[in-house]
């Protein structure tokens, strides 16, 4: 440590730490714009300068701490530096004509009622320039975490770079902009709209909810990060109008019985070629992530073949809800308004490809972001505090420890091995617990050795990509052969889902891993933690789908890819 005067009192604190750790660490304000705790200082909106010793004025978010340094936060001219960068922004931020609402009624399919002028939009996210205050978070958020550089920031406010509209850009829709963005000049495209449009039209209202939503959502309504939140989720729902809600887990689990079948199908083939032609064949990848479908799909074609055909959790719900649970329920599909509560702006994407249309149908009319449902929750004065914990709906309500995982990165890769082992070798694997598959890093891999019940040993060889700009390191190393993999789990979003581009903003450095945490302690908690041991999944095979990869199951639960 070293000794630091702050306002004349002196404080021990970590040398590796900033001016501005230094304060906040002690509980002292300072104020910040551009500032984000996973993001390297940027220095441009100089909101936290402090008072030095010499007379300087000094930005606290990009000066380290030295031994006997002494700084003031609390001068007459460093409060009307700080002043004076709020009032310009107030004075930017205020559009001399009102944003006129235009009616796009029409084009509801695509994308709800946008906002007249430079407003841009890819069906996913939207940008708007004139509430920019140019402070570069999210153009750091997609070029320095993402690596994806689509936005640039300029004076007259943000956009795609190069003069580009957004759908011209590979823009995958992660969302991780706007989850930086401190004043919604870039925000999911809302769907808000849709859901109030369908109570008033008296349509039966059935949510889904992913797996990550449930570890967030507090935070949106006044409870401590890291809470885990179903039951109090479910009410709200509830008393936000929804005559049903309904797990996305479950239909997680639906996904391991799925992808896992297709996973033991290709691997018997490429056990059984000569070493060669079973290298030519390349991984399997997961498909759940819609992001990361956009960046395949853009970026490399050539891997299309490789994707799992399962469709997300998410649509294979949809296609559940207004299939079989319908029938259940006596409702005819077209008078449900089924829509989800999700982490993710891509998914909102995803609800609109043409190759999920089953039965003529969307199956998903809606996508929440968590972010959506706290404004809801706030807006409609909901205690959700208060709330006493609700269940979800049977009978496609009940869900496994494992689909809760889904929720994190290296999620589906344990969840799939849990039940995949158990099939080939005939018992369980060894820990339910699979710590190769746990934690924050950008690219884990692993061997598992997985003994054949009616053979010999076999090797599986699994990667897990967190973050797009994993995923792009790793690929063009694929091509190259210098990876080998038999089974890749890829999420577009840091830390998967649980970091998802629509999760609540948040100014704690350590986010991530509380809700990664609450994940992981939601499947403990779990009765049961394999998907295969789920009754209603046994149920829905028994009385709807036959079995994994039947034809009704490819019908409903398995899609394409463009190219
Ligand atoms: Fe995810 Fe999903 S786990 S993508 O991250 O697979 O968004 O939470 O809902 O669909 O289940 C997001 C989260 C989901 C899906 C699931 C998968
Ligand atoms: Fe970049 Fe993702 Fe935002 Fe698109 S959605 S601009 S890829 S951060």
């Given at each position: 440590?070293?000794?630091?005067?702050?306002?004349?009192?002196?404080?021990?604190?970590?040398?590796?730490?900033?001016?501005?750790?230094?304060?906040?660490?002690?509980?002292?304000?300072?104020?910040?714009?551009?500032?984000?705790?996973?993001?390297?200082?940027?220095?441009?909106?100089?909101?936290?300068?402090?008072?030095?010793?010499?007379?300087?004025?000094?930005?606290?978010c990009s000066s380290k701490v030295a031994d006997g340094m002494s700084f003031r936060t609390d001068t007459p001219?460093?409060?009307?530096?700080?002043?004076?960068?709020?009032?310009?922004?107030?004075?930017?931020?205020?559009?001399?004509?009102?944003?006129?609402?235009?009616?796009?009624?029409?084009?509801?399919?695509?994308?709800?009622?946008?906002?007249?002028?430079?407003?841009?939009?890819?069906?996913?996210?939207m940008v708007d320039p004139s509430m920019c205050v140019d402070c570069g978070r999210c153009e750091a958020a997609?070029?320095?975490?993402?690596?994806?550089?689509?936005?640039?920031?300029?004076?007259?406010?943000?956009?795609?770079?190069?003069?580009?509209?957004?759908?011209?850009?590979?823009?995958?829709?992660?969302?991780?902009?706007?989850?930086?963005?401190?004043?919604?000049?870039?925000?999911?495209?809302?769907?808000?709209?849709?859901?109030?449009?369908?109570?008033?039209?008296?349509?039966?209202?059935?949510?889904?909810?992913?797996?990550?939503?449930?570890?967030?959502?507090?935070?949106?309504?006044?409870?401590?990060?890291?809470?885990?939140?179903?039951?109090?989720?479910?009410?709200?729902?509830?008393?936000?109008?929804c005559n049903y809600v309904v797990d996305t887990d479950f239909t997680a689990d639906l996904t391991i019985m799925?992808?896992?079948?297709?996973?033991?199908?290709?691997?018997?083939?490429?056990?059984?070629?000569?070493?060669?032609?079973?290298?030519?064949?390349?991984?399997?990848?997961?498909?759940?992530?819609?992001?990361?479908?956009?960046?395949?799909?853009?970026?490399?074609?050539?891997?299309?073949?490789?994707?799992?055909?399962?469709?997300?959790?998410?649509?294979?719900?949809?296609?559940?809800?207004?299939?079989?649970?319908?029938?259940?329920?006596?409702?005819?599909?077209?008078?449900?308004?089924?829509?989800?509560?999700?982490?993710?702006?891509?998914?909102?994407?995803?609800?609109?490809?043409?190759?999920?249309?089953?039965?003529?149908?969307?199956?998903?009319?809606?996508?929440?972001?968590?972010?959506?449902?706290?404004?809801?929750?706030?807006?409609?004065?909901?205690?959700?505090?208060?709330?006493?914990?609700?269940?979800?709906?049977?009978?496609?309500?009940?869900?496994?420890?494992?689909?809760?995982?889904?929720?994190?990165?290296?999620?589906?890769?344990?969840?799939?091995?849990?039940?995949?082992?158990?099939?080939?070798?005939?018992?369980?694997?060894?820990?339910?617990?699979?710590?190769?598959?746990?934690?924050?890093?950008?690219?884990?891999?692993?061997?598992?050795?997985?003994?054949?019940?009616?053979?010999?040993?076999?090797?599986?060889?699994?990667?897990?990509?967190?973050?797009?700009?994993?995923?792009?390191?790793?690929?063009?190393?694929?091509?190259?052969?210098?990876?080998?993999?038999?089974?890749?789990?890829?999420?577009?979003?840091?830390?998967?889902?649980?970091?998802?581009?629509?999760?609540?903003?948040?100014?704690?450095?350590?986010?991530?891993?509380?809700?990664?945490?609450?994940?992981?302690?939601?499947?403990?908690?779990?009765?049961?933690?394999?998907?295969?041991?789920?009754?209603?999944?046994?149920?829905?095979?028994?009385?709807?789908?036959?079995?994994?990869?039947?034809?009704?199951?490819?019908?409903?639960?398995?899609?394409?890819?463009?190219?």
């Amino acid at each position: 440590t070293v000794s630091v005067t702050i306002n004349g009192t002196s404080y021990d604190v970590p040398k590796n730490y900033t001016m501005l750790e230094a304060a906040r660490a002690q509980g002292i304000f300072v104020p910040t714009l551009c500032y984000h705790p996973r993001i390297k200082p940027l220095g441009r909106c100089k909101a936290c300068v402090v008072d030095m010793e010499d007379g300087n004025l000094s930005m606290a978010c990009s000066s380290k701490v030295a031994d006997g340094m002494s700084f003031r936060t609390d001068t007459p001219r460093v409060k009307a530096k700080a002043a004076a960068v709020f009032r310009e922004l107030k004075a930017k931020t205020m559009p001399v004509v009102p944003p006129r609402r235009l009616d796009l009624s029409e084009f509801e399919n695509t994308f709800d009622a946008v906002t007249a002028c430079d407003v841009d939009t890819n069906g996913m996210i939207m940008v708007d320039p004139s509430m920019c205050v140019d402070c570069g978070r999210c153009e750091a958020a997609c070029s320095k975490i993402q690596e994806m550089g689509i936005l640039e920031t300029t004076a007259s406010g943000v956009r795609p770079h190069g003069g580009l509209r957004l759908d011209e850009t590979r823009c995958i829709g992660c969302g991780q902009c706007s989850s930086f963005c401190p004043t919604g000049a870039i925000s999911e495209v809302s769907h808000i709209e849709r859901l109030y449009t369908a109570i008033a039209e008296g349509k039966t209202i059935v949510a889904q909810t992913a797996p990550a939503v449930r570890v967030a959502i507090g935070e949106e309504c006044g409870v401590a990060a890291g809470e885990v939140s179903t039951g109090k989720m479910v009410a709200a729902l509830k008393a936000l109008g929804c005559n049903y809600v309904v797990d996305t887990d479950f239909t997680a689990d639906l996904t391991i019985m799925e992808e896992g079948t297709e996973l033991i199908g290709r691997m018997q083939k490429k056990w059984a070629a000569a070493p060669e032609q079973a290298e030519k064949m390349g991984p399997m990848f997961t498909s759940c992530c819609p992001a990361w479908i956009n960046n395949i799909e853009t970026r490399f074609p050539d891997y299309l073949d490789n994707l799992s055909t399962a469709r997300s959790p998410m649509m294979m719900m949809g296609s559940v809800v207004k299939t079989y649970f319908a029938k259940k329920m006596g409702i005819k599909p077209e008078d449900i308004f089924h829509f989800a509560v999700m982490p993710c702006t891509a998914k909102k994407g995803e609800i609109d490809r043409m190759q999920m249309v089953t039965g003529g149908m969307k199956v998903v009319d809606a996508v929440l972001t968590t972010r959506e449902l706290g404004k809801l929750i706030r807006k409609h004065h909901i205690d959700f505090p208060a709330l006493p914990n609700q269940e979800f709906d049977s009978p496609i309500g009940s869900s496994t420890g494992a689909a809760v995982l889904f929720g994190t990165t290296g999620g589906v890769m344990e969840a799939a091995l849990r039940t995949a082992y158990e099939i080939l070798a005939g018992k369980p694997l060894g820990t339910l617990s699979y710590t190769p598959a746990r934690g924050l890093d950008g690219i884990k891999e692993a061997s598992v050795e997985i003994p054949l019940k009616d053979g010999p040993t076999k090797t599986l060889r699994i990667a897990i990509a967190s973050g797009i700009s994993n995923a792009n390191v790793m690929m063009p190393e694929i091509a190259a052969g210098k990876r080998n993999y038999d089974f890749v789990e890829v999420m577009a979003c840091p830390g998967g889902c649980i970091s998802g581009g629509g999760q609540p903003k948040s100014l704690d450095p350590k986010i991530i891993e509380k809700r990664q945490s609450a994940i992981y302690s939601d499947d403990e908690k779990a009765k049961l933690r394999k998907s295969h041991e789920n009754p209603e999944i046994q149920q829905i095979y028994k009385e709807f789908f036959g079995e994994p990869n039947s034809h009704k199951a490819h019908e409903l639960l398995h899609t394409t890819y463009a190219d």
